[in-house]
Structure formats: structure tokens, C-alpha cells
T-cell receptor, first 113, second 114 residues
């Protein structure tokens, strides 16, 4: 069956360094991808999204890259800060109005001061 | 900003009890969702609703039911709680006409069934 997976369950980076969180997806029908951030004790929050007709999208300190050839998604965080410590989820949608969203298990990012 | 609230942050119930989890959103969103979140499994969809009094089963509906009597409120019901329903429950809402399919999440309810 389709699944969205993360290569690394935990990631530890030094404050100020760049972070890269990876995600693999297997559903070729997915056309919309989202990264969420979940801080301890809170629900997931939208960070950035990308549609399948794009291969890169940039936000404030974050960049999402999409490689449809190998079904791979990544989230890059520039100049990682202690406030970036959280669990990050990737999610994919099948262009069904959001009803068919598959979430990855999550990667926990630790930022060392 | 969208605000999604859940009635309780923490709940402890006993096996066999009936449990109600309430979710309210203030942005007039058509779609609302209930997920459970377990370590290593990601978010799994229990039920969703695309309109008042409308509901659809998600991936793991067994042991749960839902109610959507008003557009802003979506309730998750555990008719007879079991220990394997101990989990974090997350509610989300989504604006069907929005250009993106982002779901807005509540803070979660951590339910423990003893």
C-alpha cells in the first residue's frame, strides 16, 4: 500500500547549522505535499507546501524540495535555532480535497546550543 | 488565524466507559477530521466530516463514532473505551474552497484508558 516514510527518526544539529529532513513517498497519484511542525504538547502546524508541478519552494528560512523521479521530499531549515526543535511530519495528498492525506511517522529534530 | 480547540488536553478513563472528545473550529470550515497519533505510526484518520450531519469513515474507524450537529463542532465518541485506545487524539479542520489542502490542527487530547 501507499505510505509516506521518513529516512531518519531523529536528527541532531548544532545551532546555526542547516538542517535537512527527508521523506519518501510511494503514491504516484499524490500531487500536493506538506510539511508540518509539531512542538511538544501542541498539534501539528503547517510550515510549507509544494505542488507536484514544482520542484522547489522557499519560505522564511525553510525550503522544500520535491524529486518526483525518486519520490522524495525534503525540508531544509537554514540557520537552525533552538525554537526549531520539534517533530517534523511530511504529508501527501491525492488531490481529493484533503480527505486522503497520508502522514509520515515524523522526525524529531534536536538543536544543540 | 484559524483556531481549533479541543475540550480536554488530558483525559483518564476506565475500560468500558463512554468517552466524548469535543472539537470546535472558528473559521467556518466545511471539513473536519479526527486522527489518532501513536509513536512510530504517524497520524491515522479515524473519521472525517465534510458537512453538518455528514461523516465518512477513515482508515481506523472501529471502536469510534462521530457527531457533527453544528458546522463548528465535531465530536469523537468512544462507546466503550478499551486500553488500545490510549493515544493522542488530534482534531483538524480544512476549508474546502481554499487553494491549498492544509489542515489546521487543535492542540490534541491525550487519552489514557486504564
Amino acid at each position: 500500500g501507499e505510505s509516506v516514510g521518513l529516512h531518519l527518526p531523529t536528527l541532531s544539529v548544532q545551532e546555526g547549522d542547516n538542517s535537512i529532513i527527508n521523506c519518501a513517498y510511494s503514491n504516484s497519484a499524490s500531487d500536493y505535499f506538506i510539511w508540518y511542525k509539531q512542538e511538544s504538547g501542541k498539534g501539528p502546524q503547517f510550515i510549507i507546501d509544494i505542488r507536484s508541478n514544482m520542484d522547489k519552494r522557499q519560505g522564511q528560512r525553510v525550503t522544500v524540495l520535491l524529486n518526483k523521479t525518486v519520490k522524495h521530499l525534503s525540508l531544509q531549515i537554514a540557520a537552525t535555532q533552538p525554537g526549531d526543535s520539534a517533530v517534523y511530519f511530511c504529508a501527501e495528498n491525492e488531490n481529493t480535497g484533503g480527505f486522503k492525506t497520508i502522514f509520515g511517522a515524523g522526525t524529531r529534530l534536536f538543536v544543540k546550543a | 488565524d484559524v483556531k481549533v480547540t479541543q475540550s480536554s488536553r488530558y483525559l483518564v478513563k476506565r475500560t468500558g466507559e463512554k468517552v466524548f472528545l469535543e472539537c470546535v473550529q472558528d473559521m467556518d470550515h466545511e471539513n473536519m477530521f479526527w486522527y489518532r497519533q501513536d509513536p512510530g505510526l504517524g497520524l491515522r484518520l479515524i473519521y472525517f466530516s465534510y458537512d453538518v450531519k455528514m461523516k465518512e469513515k477513515g482508515d481506523i474507524p472501529e471502536g469510534y463514532s462521530v457527531s457533527r450537529e453544528k458546522k463548528e463542532r465535531f465530536s469523537l465518541i468512544l462507546e466503550s473505551a478499551s486500553t488500545n485506545q490510549t493515544s493522542m487524539y488530534l482534531c483538524a479542520s480544512h476549508y474546502a474552497q481554499h487553494s491549498t489542502d492544509t489542515q489546521y490542527f487543535g492542540p490534541g487530547t491525550r487519552l489514557t484508558v486504564l
